[in-house]
């Protein structure tokens, strides 16, 4: 797997590694589609790198999914990351080219990391689910993002828990509601504990953060509440990197920070 440092046009091409691998090596999934708790967790090879989970996951049929996605996108960096992200799953960008975050959230997560000072290429970087789900409306070309349910997010969840298993990270963050309610349990609301390092529920990560989904920046309704959710997200990106300084204690993928951006006063929490 790629050392740290490595850059995202390397981690790139071996994804594209190992898609081919899946097509041409073929490990197969035996079983036909199931939706239950934990499905993948059969298409999931005992003791696997890294790298044989990515390719492992591109024949994963353990829920629907697969027949809407182009491909699976499973998460990618460096496998001793010190920070994993975790978002909700792929869009329409990311089905296409099979990685994580490489359309409009992740320019603007792209930019949120190097203002704190991290290195993207530094960072393994996720979904809760592996696949795109998506719906057309009316007759628009466009295939828009659908939320995925608890049954899709239960049957895809052993291959993110593999990846943690894997990387033992220094901290997980989560990106949105529906990574923090994966992680951190159904009652967890970002809008009362974003931006909060809490210890992790999970053995194989020392602490989780929750902060907003990019995507959630993106669509604020006007300039000026767009303008704010970028700076709270700014400064939450801003607190990982803090974190990291101080719990570590050391600064391998933590550069020295611009100033922290001013993120007006949040206002009082109200349930996510
Ligand atoms: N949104 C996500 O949650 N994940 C991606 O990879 C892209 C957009």
New binding site residues.
Partial sequence: MAPIGTSLAALRGDMAARREGSASGAKRPARATRADGGAAAEWIPAGASLAALGAAAMGCRACHLWTLGTQT?FGEGPARARVMMV?????DQ?DREGA??V?P??ALLAEGLAAAGLDRASIYVT?VVKHFKWERVGRSPRRIHKKPNAAEIRACRPWLDAEIDRVRPSMIVC??ATAAQALLGRSFRVTGQRGIPLPSPIPAARAVMATV?P?AVLRAPDAATRERARAEFFADLHAVADHLRTADGESGGVRAPGPAPTAPPRPAPRSA
């Fill in positions: 996108v978002g909700e799953q792929p869009g990311e994580p975050f359309g959230s992740g979904n990106l949105g989904h995507s």
